[in-house]
């Protein structure tokens, strides 16, 4: 390893509610020279920050770093790229870098990509993961309900799709979450109806914001639209 350059740490903050940082993302922020996090090309809103900006000394700079929200995989791959070499900039200074994310920094996390990126730039650079509570875990502790017990299995899904790859597995595990569920809530629904697995349903919307909400029923999403942070908890019927 190349003590020269420094380090890269991959934060997950949590889902929302500032009490689910942990210990470890507090002290890693605490001793960074620099932090980075995503935000979109349509705004510099960084939630990441928000959540993470009491334990952000005011010396330490922040900068957002935009990612296309879009399938275009050569623009997708392009601004991997291009960000990644920003990153990688301050590491060759010798700089420890955070890349700071949502919920967990290996779940669905802008941060794998950015890593590998900055692995191919900089093959002596020193990752270090530190890993955040999901917003899955969070929404289960907010129901007070199992993700998993005994025997059983637990499959974490992306709902961008909608409800066709649980289709394909859901003789084959017991329990699912399915995060991204945005726009497809109306498929994810029907894909639990068709395995009777619906009324086994919760969604929540905004896990660990102030506008959080549960949405006990499915059939609810009708009046009540889903949200981007929009996740659905699900599992087989337990007599």
């Known amino acids: 390893m190349d003590k020269s350059i420094g380090t890269l740490y991959g934060i997950g903050v ?7 940082i942990t210990l470890k993302a507090v002290k890693a922020l605490s001793k960074v020279d620099v932090i980075y996090t995503a ?19 005011e010396s330490t700079p922040v ?15 392009a601004a991997w790229e291009e960000n990644a070499r920003i990153v990688a900039d301050s590491l060759k200074e010798g700089k420890d870098a955070a890349f700071i994310t ?23 650079a020193k990752l270090v993961a530190v890993p955040g509570i999901t917003a899955y875990q969070a929404a289960a502790a907010r129901v007070n309900r199992q993700l998993v017990e005994g025997e059983e299995s637990l499959v974490i899904l992306s709902g961008v799709e909608g409800g066709d790859r649980f289709r394909e597995i859901a003789k084959s595990t017991e329990n699912a979450v399915f995060m991204k569920a945005y726009k497809n809530v109306a498929d994810i629904r029907k894909a639990l109806e068709e395995n009777d697995w619906s009324r086994n349903a919760v969604g929540v919307k905004s896990c660990g914001l102030p506008e959080e909400k549960l949405i006990e029923n499915l059939s609810d999403f009708e009046h009540t639209p889903p949200d981007y942070w929009t996740l659905i908890l699900s599992g087989k019927r337990k007599e």
Do not use: W
């Open 63 to 77: 900068h957002r770093i935009a990612f296309p929200m879009c399938n275009d995989r050569d623009v997708l791959e």
């Open 14 to 20: 949590g889902p929302g509610d500032p009490d689910h």
């Open 102 to 124: 949502l919920g967990d920094c290996l779940t669905y996390s802008t941060y794998g990509y950015l890593s590998r990126q900055v692995k191919k730039f900089l093959p002596g």
């Open 39 to 57: 935000s979109s090309t349509k705004n510099n809103h960084s939630l990441a920050v928000q959540i993470a900006a009491p334990h952000i000394p």
